[in-house]
């Protein structure tokens, strides 16, 4: 049986303000994402012995730990990685990097100096081509979005 029209769920058009949120998302649940090398060990719910008295009230710096993104922020962390797949070359290398968000700091990773750096371009000439690729992006997004197949 063929969806009727008045059944599809209406997708949300996608702008450069909706594109750069995110993108943004997706570059913190990538960052956020916890590193697993090597197996864990036996873990136990008890917390750890004080072995010293130095150690028994907080002589230790605590360390900062990313958030764990959630299951759902992975999943559109995902859905962006497919749109970044409408850029080639350059243009993909400089959205992918830029995207990275710092959680905790709140600012991106990759600054625009370093991007330029990296390109061997001028630091304009980066935010040009970055601003162009979003604008580029955003049609061929809601021409995918809006291709629902009604068979």
Known sequence: ???????LVPVPYVTQEYLEA?????GTAAVSIPERTKPSGYRTA???VVRSVNEAYGWHAEQSRFPVPSAKAICDMYEVFDWLLLLEGLDRSIVSARMLWHPLKDRHIVSWNRLARFTGLHKNTVKRRYDVALDRMIPLINNTNNSTDLS
């Open 46 to 48: 008890w917390p750890e």
């Open 1 to 7: 049986m063929a969806a009727q029209s008045d059944d």
């Open 22 to 26: 995110r993108l943004k998302a997706a």
